[in-house]
């Protein structure tokens, strides 16, 4: 082959010609993928630039030009721009200390708390660029948690025996003290939560003859102090500030810190070499007691049912709530209209809720009500309508009519239930 | 067991210790009782009631003076009736500044009560909430936190149902002795009456103090309010900044079923109500 530039100047001339009938077949025989090109080498080494062949048409029927460089000319929607993960990839393979945390790890997911507590440790490991020190997680029970290390965790300790499970704070205090005697890191750090971190680390740190420093809310270094740095704690029922060294073992607040979202990290799973002994418990925990889902306070109740204007049979809807052991909210409207009482309303002028599941029934969601579900974890919509607003939010929304899914899913359970029974 | 025996069983009652501490009103500064110690004292007297026989001691380690007695008068008013529980409590004198864990641990390891309640965290000083903690330590006693109520006694093993967040309850067995600390989930307690409280009298031990030299040197200060976290926007381009200020907050790209029979969309919500584990 020679390698003299052919022209076909009737191909360039449909190419360049956005009305012709060939035009999108010639384009797909230049070798360019979908659309116009909107720049491309002239047969002189020139750029050319189709400067009609930028932008795309907006939901207005008018042209918008994105010069963010997100959007390629001749596509129509932002939605192949997939987010590039830029984060910097870090590795410690030769750690000069270790900083360990134990994360809550509520629902086997990492929560707000624990992730704000891995960015305090981070903190602390980075602090010395020459000599950077590496993050252990000690995580009890199963997790559903994929990416540990974008949260900021060098290391695993991976305890999923069944005798952690439950109230068992004398086994975890053991595999803690095992975890202790191996690899001594340097911090302990855990969350101040009522959800176990603060009893835990209140056992650890007796444990171990330190004086923790309790409700961390801030730290800073400090050359004076015997470890390098300074913290600020609550103390005295909330009421003082107490400035102190950081001791080795320390329990934060709740946004102590920024979590990770520059970095990514190994979270290399490691294994305790002594096997650890089966401690004899003198407190057995006989499991959780079944609570009235209504008695409990709306704000923090876990799984909330809520109903909207799209509810047309409220009796079918209590019956759902008290199967499925819900605690019931409402929208503005229905409370308006009646049918659930005022303390039951969700939202900016009602309560704002933190469940861990918020299924919301016929509600098209306004922003108010959009507002006092922010800090839910996983939010279902049941609705008629699949452009509302509720959709958007939802992680998993069902189109169709909530009387019908409510029965079918409270059918579902009842079987379920039964079914167990049966079997037990 | 016969019937008989159980009722002498239950007749027989336990020895309960409740560590108490003075509070601090939280808008005038006041001394007074504490909050969570007063809801632990509730507690005892409840069990009193129900189970005939149980002795309660009330503790309290710390200086002696015209204000901590008026805040310990509160405890000590909230007696039931004329010959019940609280005619008197136990004062550990040591000055100001000194560690309490010594003098309680040595206290408890020598009257050894089979029980001891006591709240959270204190109201005053370093209020870290470690002190049930060490006292456990000390003695080598099993602790449970956080308690709602306590169910029944029975040889030797107290059944307890202990709050857990979101107003989740769990049933605990506890073999005593043990200690058992009260937060707000408690009971609340009741008023404090004036006579009894006035007739009251206290039972002053001293003890060798040791003081407690770490926190005099800490830098204690009233409490600042603390900074709200901003929405730090880390955005490389104008029209991310723009996007992340003016859009509204929209959910990661949620699964939408569109299409589908009630039965098949019941299915996928059951299957996330799964996961998430809040069904029971």
Known sequence: ?424 | MRPDQQQKQQQQGIDVAVLVSIGRHPTTGRARRAEQDARGLELALSMEAELPGTRISMLHAGPQGDGSEAALRGYLGMATGVGMGLESMTLLEQPEGSDAIPALAAHLAATSPQLVITGARAERGEGSGLLPYALAEHLGWPLVNSLASVEKVENGVVTLLQALPRGQRRRLKVRLPAIISVDEAAPAARQSAFGPARRATFAITPTTPEADSELAQWHLAPARKRPKRLKIVKAASARDRFKAAASKAEGKGGQVLTDVTPEQGAEAIYKLLKEEEVLR
């Open chain 1, 1 to 424: 082959m020679s390698e003299i530039i052919r022209r076909d100047p009737r191909r360039e001339w449909i190419a360049r010609n956005r009305l012709h009938p060939e035009h999108a077949s010639v384009l797909a025989a230049l070798g360019v993928s979908g659309g116009a090109v909107s720049e491309w080498l002239g047969p002189n080494g020139v750029v050319r630039k189709d400067p009609r062949a930028i932008g795309f048409i907006g939901p207005n029927g008018i042209k918008r030009i994105d010069r963010s460089g997100l959007q390629q000319g001749g596509q129509t929607t932002a939605t192949t721009t997939s987010a590039r993960d830029s984060r910097r990839m870090v590795t410690i393979d030769q750690p000069a200390f270790l900083v360990a945390v134990v994360p809550d790890l509520t629902g086997g997911r990492l929560s707000g708390h624990d992730k704000d507590l891995l960015g305090l440790a981070r903190r602390v490991a980075d602090a010395d660029t020459e000599q950077p020190g590496a993050v252990v997680a000690i995580l009890f029970g199963e997790h559903k948690e994929e990416a540990l290390g974008e949260a900021g965790i060098d290391r695993v300790v991976h305890l999923d025996d069944e005798f952690y499970a439950g109230f068992a704070p004398e086994a975890r205090l053991a595999a803690l003290s095992a975890v202790e005697r191996e690899m001594t890191p340097r911090f302990w750090l855990l969350p101040d939560s009522p959800l176990g971190g603060a009893d835990l680390g209140r056992r650890l740190a007796v444990r171990l003859g330190e004086r923790a420093a309790t409700g961390v809310w801030q730290i800073e270094a400090d050359n004076e102090a015997p470890r390098g740095w300074r913290c600020t704690a609550r103390g005295g029922a909330g009421s003082l500030d107490i400035q102190r060294p950081l001791p080795r073992v320390a329990l934060a607040l709740a946004e102590c810190a920024e979590p990770v979202d520059e970095t990514r990290h190994a979270a290399e799973h490691l294994t305790l070499a002594a096997s650890l002994p089966t401690t004899l418990s003198r407190i057995e925990d006989l499991g959780q007691v079944a609570v009235d889902p209504a008695g409990v306070a709306l704000a923090e109740a876990e799984f909330i049912l809520s109903g909207g204007n799209g509810i047309k049979q409220w009796d079918a809807f209590h019956h759902a709530a008290k199967v499925l052991g819900a605690t019931e909210g409402a929208s503005r409207v229905a409370v308006d209209d009646g049918f659930m009482a005022r303390d039951r309303q969700v939202g900016a002028t009602g309560t704002w809720v933190t469940a861990r599941v918020y299924m919301a029934v016929g509600i098209s969601g306004a922003i108010q009500h959009l507002q006092g579900i922010q800090r839910c974890d996983k939010v279902v919509a049941i609705n008629l309508d699949p452009g509302c607003d509720m959709i958007k939010r939802a992680d998993l929304a069902v189109i169709g009519d909530s009387a019908q899914i409510l029965a079918a899913l409270v059918a579902m359970v009842e079987q379920q239930r039964g079914g167990q029974r049966d079997a037990a």
